[in-house]
């Protein structure tokens, strides 16, 4: 375009509109390719949901009532991930009592998530039965949507009003990095959280899991990934707002497992041990588990 307009082929206003032109016939190409990105995540999504919307309607878990002394009651649970034939939990029976702090543990594999994806109603049985309170559970990767703040936190609450919503943050040790952004509650968030790092991620997921008046609550790795100073703080916010509540926490940390009174050894989907705060077992177990 400089060689034409220097040997006086066009001039140089053309050659402006003609770089405008050109700039402008770009613009669709470039909202097709975000569309193709878009369409490119929706098909991965719809192939992550598509195996839980086809899935025969099961029946739903009976429910404990509120005045009962458990808190859950598996009985001979056999659980199979999706298109496995061979089971992930079996022959499973367990029993919580209200108020107990229970920590399941074992290899990786061994079917720690699994069976808390059967207690939270997220995985039906192929055999034996389910009976929980009202839960809650909190998985191992923190799911923030391309949407606020405060709304991705009324996911847990849409009646939540701002005042309960500053609260949880105070409570989840969020609410002075919240106050710092400058939208405070409205600011948006990308997808995935983008925007937050993974303590802040993590502390809002816990925001949301305080929002839930459930008597369950059910954590998997909750810390995982986090530096040993955050983790600490989560956790010990975590077992302050826990007071009154069951927790059962799946994992292979013994700064996560320290927080129970009990502990549940899992291998090849089966329990091999169960042990009570308070024995020289307990504690011997707990120091096998991974430190900091």
Same mark, same amino acid.
């Not at 190409?29 to 949901?49: Q, Y």
């Not at 940390?253 to 129970?260: C, D, N, T, W």
């Given at each position: 375009?400089?060689?034409?307009?220097?040997?006086?082929?066009?001039?140089?206003?053309?050659?402006?509109?003609?770089?405008?032109?050109?700039?402008?016939?770009?613009?669709?190409?470039?909202?097709?390719?975000?569309?193709?990105?878009?369409?490119?995540?929706?098909?991965?999504?719809?192939?992550?949901?598509?195996?839980?919307?086809?899935?025969?309607?099961?029946?739903?878990?009976?429910?404990?009532?509120?005045?009962?002394?458990?808190?859950?009651?598996?009985?001979?649970?056999?659980?199979?991930?999706?298109?496995?034939?061979?089971?992930?939990?079996?022959? $499973?029976?367990?029993?919580?009592?209200?108020?107990?702090?229970?920590?399941?543990?074992?290899?990786?594999?061994?079917?720690?998530?699994? +069976?808390?994806?059967?207690?939270?109603?997220?995985?039906?049985?192929?055999?034996?039965?389910?009976?929980?309170?009202?839960?809650? $559970? +909190?998985?191992?990767?923190?799911? +923030?949507?391309?949407?606020?703040?405060?709304?991705? $936190?009324?996911?847990?609450?849409?009646?939540?009003?701002?005042?309960?919503?500053?609260?949880?943050?105070?409570?989840?040790?969020?609410?002075?990095?919240?106050?710092?952004?400058?939208?405070?509650?409205?600011?948006?968030?990308?997808?995935?959280?983008?925007?937050?790092?993974?303590?802040?991620?993590?502390?809002?997921?816990?925001?949301?899991?305080?929002?839930?008046?459930?008597? $369950?609550?059910?954590?998997?790795?909750?810390?995982?990934?986090?530096?040993?100073?955050?983790?600490?703080?989560?956790?010990?916010?975590?077992?302050?707002?826990?007071?009154?509540?069951?927790?059962?926490?799946?994992?292979?940390?013994?700064?996560?497992?320290?927080?129970?009174?009990?502990?549940?050894?899992?291998?090849?989907?089966?329990?091999?041990?169960?042990?009570?705060?308070?024995?020289?077992?307990?504690?011997?177990?707990?120091?096998?588990?991974?430190?900091?």
């Amino acid at each position: 375009m400089a060689a034409l307009v220097g040997e006086g082929v066009i001039g140089a206003p053309a050659a402006a509109l003609a770089l405008l032109v050109a700039l402008t016939a770009l613009e669709p190409f470039a909202a097709l390719r975000r569309g193709a990105l878009d369409a490119g995540r929706t098909w991965l999504a719809v192939r992550r949901l598509a195996p839980c919307m086809a899935q025969d309607d099961a029946p739903t878990a009976p429910r404990l009532p509120e005045d009962a002394s458990l808190a859950l009651r598996l009985t001979t649970i056999d659980a199979f991930h999706r298109a496995s034939a061979v089971p992930a939990i079996e022959g $499973l029976s367990l029993a919580i009592a209200k108020g107990e702090r229970v920590a399941i543990v074992g290899p990786s594999g061994s079917g720690k998530s699994t +069976l808390l994806s059967v207690i939270a109603g997220e995985l039906a049985p192929r055999r034996g039965e389910v009976a929980v309170l009202p839960c809650c $559970l +909190l998985t191992q990767r923190t799911e +923030l949507f391309e949407d606020t703040l405060r709304d991705n $936190l009324r996911l847990a609450d849409p009646a939540a009003d701002d005042e309960q919503l500053w609260a949880v943050l105070q409570a989840a040790g969020l609410a002075d990095d919240v106050r710092h952004l400058s939208s405070g509650l409205s600011t948006r968030l990308g997808e995935g959280g983008l925007g937050l790092s993974g303590g802040q991620s993590r502390r809002l997921a816990l925001a949301r899991l305080f929002l839930r008046p459930v008597p $369950l609550w059910l954590l998997d790795e909750p810390t995982e990934a986090l530096d040993a100073a955050v983790a600490h703080d989560v956790l010990q916010r975590l077992a302050r707002h826990a007071e009154g509540r069951t927790l059962v926490i799946a994992t292979h940390l013994r700064r996560e497992a320290a927080l129970a009174d009990r502990l549940l050894r899992i291998e090849d989907g089966r329990v091999v041990a169960d042990l009570r705060r308070g024995g020289e077992a307990f504690e011997q177990a707990l120091r096998q588990l991974r430190a900091d």
